[in-house]
């Protein structure tokens, strides 16, 4: 049996931010590709490489002739091209599985399209694999599809235990996608420690995608994985993708021992949560220690009001000190904020806003807009409020309006959203977080893990990103 895994580009109405000079791995296809590849032969077509369109998905389909044709689809405004590749494998006689994010939060809705023939729900590593072994979805946990017309929605699966999980199969990687995947220039790989999160921001749904859980992979074998060639042959800096990487500290400050011990020389990154900062500075010293230097803080908001309403469990003085603690152990501070985070925001509290973060110390700012993903508690609310202004997913970018504000209007949150950034980038901030970066953790520090020259390669992809977005506007 043939299987093609295919990762959809993102949509071209991501106008905002550094997405287009970040292009990591694909580790979920990797993963189930890790669970598959004993009883089919499989391949992975990464459709963000710059040369992989849909004439060249086409051709691969028509020559490969998969039996099933897998497509990951996070998040919700990668339907357009979700369905046109499915549409396309369907025209070859192809069946057609989607999951991830988008699809196990609304997978009625999903199903309604015809050219989708399954939705994997959730963990799709031993669904898919049950998938392929009867080649049917009858019976098995986690799949809804169509048959005779009717959808069916067979019972949810139990998480896995993430101590016995197959490593992605990286190796399925073709050269093209070997040279392509970079964080700002530098090679990059990721790696997963746990999944879920045990927070329950009201934006976000990752706690329901994983049923409010939260899961670690044991430490040797993450260890084991930092070892693999793939990795240690290539990569300058791992990703660590976790939703929420600081939750356990002793998990997290073992972990550090054991990389360090290991004499993994890499650099890391991850994203991590205000108040651990603050709570729990000596994980973060750890951190430091065993190479991460990245980290990404969803900051969200400066008004401790909205920051409660959304759910955050933070205030904002506690983001002030976070940002000095890190600086301090010489992080490079990238922070998101969410530009009508409250829904009864004015254009004074946006103005507000962009004057706070002009003057806050984080190294690399981007904005979002406050965006209502299916499955959140923030949907509930807007639907149940009647606020919401299109339900074509395309648009759900987090930079195009979709929600009605009672004192801002849609042009109003599309014009804030160009000034944040026109009024708050400067070439000075990430200039200043890589400075610290070798100033506070040292040359040798550095030299170990990365050439210099590639420190420097990195700064200069950044401002060639922040020239582009400023002229953008």
Not at 38 to 46: F, G, L, S, T, Y
Not at 84 to 89: E, G, L, S, T
Not at 330 to 337: D, R
Not at 367 to 380: C, H, I, Q, V
């Amino acid at each position: 049996m043939r299987i093609l895994l295919i990762k959809p580009s993102y949509s071209n109405v991501y106008r905002w931010g550094p997405q287009t000079d970040i292009i990591t791995p694909p580790l979920g296809l990797e993963y189930i590709a890790a669970y598959i590849k004993d009883i089919a032969d499989v391949r992975i077509i990464d459709n963000r490489l710059e040369t992989i369109n849909l004439k060249v998905i086409e051709k691969a389909i028509e020559q490969y002739q998969p039996d099933y044709v897998g497509i990951s689809w996070n998040f919700s405004s990668q339907i357009d091209i979700a369905r046109r590749i499915a549409k396309i494998a369907k025209s070859y006689g192809c069946r057609t599985v989607v999951g991830g994010w988008h699809p196990t939060l609304v997978p009625s809705e999903t199903l309604e399209f015809p050219s989708i023939d399954i939705v994997v729900r959730g963990e799709g590593e031993i669904t898919f694999r049950e998938l392929i072994q009867n080649n049917s979805p009858v019976g098995i946990l986690g799949l809804s599809y169509k048959q005779d017309g009717k959808q069916i929605h067979n019972p949810d699966r139990e998480l896995m235990n993430l101590k016995h999980v197959r490593p992605p199969a990286r190796h399925f990687r073709s050269v093209l996608a070997k040279k392509t995947y970079n964080f700002f220039g530098i090679p990059v790989d990721c790696i997963e420690t746990s999944r879920g999160c045990p927070y329950f921001c009201n934006f976000c749904s990752i706690h329901h995608f994983f049923r409010k859980k939260y899961r670690q992979h044991a430490i040797r074998d993450i260890i084991k994985e930092l070892h693999s060639s793939e990795i240690r042959n290539r990569a300058g800096l791992i990703y660590v993708i976790d939703d929420n990487f600081v939750v356990d500290h002793k998990f997290v400050i073992d972990l550090c021992n054991a990389i360090i011990q290991s004499r993994i020389n890499k650099y890391f990154m991850t994203q991590v949560r205000v108040d651990m900062v603050v709570n729990h500075p000596e994980v973060f010293k750890k951190m430091a220690d065993a190479g991460f230097i990245y980290l990404f803080l969803g900051l969200e908001s400066f008004s401790d009001g909205t920051l409660e309403k959304l759910n955050k469990q933070i205030k904002f003085k506690q983001i002030k000190s976070a940002l000095k603690i890190l600086h301090d152990l010489g992080f490079f501070v990238h922070g998101n904020i969410i530009l009508g985070a409250n829904l009864e925001d004015t254009r004074q509290d946006l103005e507000s806003t962009i004057e706070i973060a002009k003057n806050l110390d984080v190294d690399l700012l981007t904005y979002s807009l406050l965006t209502p993903f299916p499955g959140t508690e923030l949907w509930e609310q807007v639907l149940s409020e009647d606020l919401l202004l299109t339900r074509d997913w395309h648009q759900f970018t987090w930079s195009d309006p979709v929600i009605k504000y009672p004192y801002l209007s849609s042009d109003e949150l599309s014009y804030f959203l160009g000034k944040s950034y026109k009024e708050t980038m400067s070439f000075h901030r990430p200039w200043q977080g890589i400075r610290r970066l070798v100033q506070t953790r040292g040359l040798k520090y550095n030299m170990l893990r990365i050439a210099p020259i590639d420190i420097f390669k990195m700064y200069y992809q950044m401002l060639k990103n922040l020239r582009k977005i400023l002229s953008n506007k």
